[in-house]
Antibody, heavy 117, light 108 residues
Framework: DVHLLESGGDLVPPGGSLRLSCAAS????????MNWVRQAPGKGLEWVST????????YYADSVKGRFTISRDNSRDTLYLQMNSLRAEDTAVYYC??????????WGQGTLVTVSS | DIVLTQSPATLSLSPGERTTLSCRAS??????LAWYQQKPGQAPRLLIY???NRATGIPARFSGSGSGTDFTLTISSLEPEDFAIYFC??????????FGQGTKVEIK
């Protein structure tokens, strides 16, 4: 079974940085594109970033471009999201999700990032 | 970006009832549309992909239809566990997924 476990969420002040991790099991991370999707409290879902299976390409939502960096360590089956220059509007639960045939098929349980002074 | 508009925002229904949720895209997404169910404190769960294909383990009471810009999710007979929020998602512009704002199905 596919299992995704996010970690690293925390309370951070505006302008701060945080790195999220997503540990994958039940499949080899190197075979899948992977995504980060976030959900602000009481709000809908927002795609944040996608990493290609080999890590050779990355896509970002305009709202995070230049501030967030997606990366992966396929040898550790772990996906990362480095978040810099955090803003209050980045407050959300961040989910990692496995891409299968162009959809976010499998999701982790999420990790909460709160940006506040 | 492709904008997805879901309607209605909320449905108040009783167990056993049939319901249809709507998702309209601002431009054609062909059949590249998925539906998700989300319960409080949980991650979204994929129900339907490619507009009408049920994901593994999804009960047959869930069905999807549509293509182009207009899509529907039908639940043929609501079970108590079906009361949740439902989101649509387009993957036509992969990987720049966009989601609808959600329809809440609540107990009447």
């Amino acid at each position: 079974d596919v299992h995704l476990l996010e970690s690293g969420g925390d309370l951070v002040p505006p302008g701060g940085s945080l790195r999220l991790s997503c540990a994958a099991s039940g499949f080899s991370l190197s075979t899948s594109a992977m995504n980060w999707v976030r959900q602000a409290p009481g709000k809908g879902l927002e795609w944040v970033s996608t990493s290609g299976s080999g890590g050779g390409y990355a896509y970002y939502a305009d709202s995070v471009k230049g501030r967030f960096t997606i990366s992966r360590d396929n040898s550790r089956d772990t996906l990362y999201l480095q978040m810099n220059s955090l803003r209050a509007e980045d407050t959300a639960v961040y989910y990692c999700a496995q891409d299968v045939i162009g959809y976010t098929f499998y999701w982790g349980q999420g990790t909460l990032v709160t940006v506040s002074s | 970006d492709i904008v997805l508009t879901q309607s209605p925002a909320t449905l108040s229904l009783s167990p056993g009832e049939r319901t249809t949720l709507s998702c309209r895209a601002s431009q054609s997404v062909s059949s590249k549309l998925a539906w998700y169910q989300q319960k409080p404190g949980q991650a979204p769960r994929l129900l339907i992909y490619d507009a009408s294909n049920r994901a593994t383990g999804i009960p047959a009471r869930f069905s999807g239809s549509g293509s182009g810009t207009d899509f529907t999710l039908t639940i043929s007979s609501l079970e108590p566990e079906d009361f949740a929020i439902y989101f649509c998602q387009q993957s036509s512009n992969w990987p720049r997924y966009t989601f609808g704002q959600g329809t809440k199905v609540e107990i009447k």
